[in-house]
């Protein structure tokens, strides 16, 4: 079996805000076709993490290598045939209809005043099929349910044909059903296509599901980095969210799931 490629590489990387430093001194890489849930509490940084990561933002210190060449230098057209950021609550200024949104996705492939290509619209239709979005084609984003809407962006970040997908809470404010629905999208993408996913999440048993790597940020440092075995454990989440939890493993899937007890919380002396 070939090594996978090393597709992103972050060394000591730093970020402030107003002189406030929110990210230090982070540093993890990641192969083709990796899939790695970022977890921790409200404020650690994770957001600002993938600003960064989608040069977003600039970072104070440290390096971002992505496929061996450093992210700056990438113009911001070919950085976005590469990335592509998913963010919470996305509205858009007019009233689109879904295919005019997904069509959004094909930008960074199109020339000024040049329609859309074969291979375009095959992006387009493929990513609409891979969301089960093509039966909304026709219909206004602004009227459809917060379920609907999350799949439609994900369809145009999809016709986006990143190979690296960066996501902020992609499952939020989803009945469990739409939760399973949208990690089951993301699993089939990164399987099939191999593109390579970095998921904000906060529901850690949902994510375990679906990958091994786990990525723990607090204060805007690293504290744990490593596959759900080692990390999906008692002590280490009751340290990072300050809260006393139940740490079992799921009969059916053999995967760690994790239940906050009662309104206890630990002090942190
Ligand atoms: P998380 O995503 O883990 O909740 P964020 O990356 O959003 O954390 O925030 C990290 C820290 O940076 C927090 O202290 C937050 O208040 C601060 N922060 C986030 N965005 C800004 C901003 N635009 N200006 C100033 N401070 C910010």
């Known amino acids: 079996m070939n090594p996978r490629a090393e597709i992103l590489r972050v060394e000591n990387l730093c970020a402030t805000y107003n002189g406030n430093m929110v990210l230090r001194d982070i540093s993890f890489c990641l192969d ?36 061996g060449r450093p992210l700056t230098s990438f113009s911001r057209r070919a950085l976005s045939k590469k990335i592509a950021i998913v963010f919470q609550n996305i509205s858009f200024p ?15 492939f199109l020339s000024p005043w040049t329609p859309l290509s074969k291979k375009d619209n095959s992006s387009i239709r493929e990513a609409m099929e891979l969301t089960d979005t093509w039966p909304l084609r026709e219909r206004s984003f602004s009227r459809l349910s917060a379920g609907e809407r999350q799949r439609v962006v994900l369809a145009k970040a999809f016709a986006q044909q990143p190979s690296i997908l960066l996501l902020d809470e992609p499952a939020t404010h989803l009945d469990i059903h739409h939760q399973v629905g949208i990690f089951n999208i993301l699993a089939r993408l ?43 454990e008692k002590r280490i989440i009751e340290e990072l969210f300050q809260t006393e939890v139940y740490v079992g493993t799921l009969p059916q899937t053999h995967r760690p799931f994790i239940y906050p007890i009662k309104q206890t919380t630990i002090n942190s002396s």
């Not at 990796?34 to 989608?54: E, H, M, Q, Y």
């Not at 007019?94 to 930008?107: K, P, Q």
């Open 32 to 67: 083709e076709g990796d899939f790695l849930a970022i977890a921790g509490p409200n404020g650690a940084g994770k957001s600002t993490l993938l600003r960064v990561l989608a040069a977003l933002m600039k970072p104070s210190a440290g390096e971002i290598m992505l496929f």
């Open 190 to 232: 990164n399987q099939q296509r191999k593109t390579t996913i970095l998921c904000i999440t906060h529901d850690l048993s949902l994510a375990a599901q679906y990958t091994d790597h786990f990525l723990f940020l607090s204060h805007g440092k690293i504290v744990a980095d490593g596959s759900a075995s080692v990390v999906i």
């Open 94 to 108: 007019y009233d689109f209809t879904v295919s005019e949104i997904v069509a959004l996705g094909r930008t960074p």
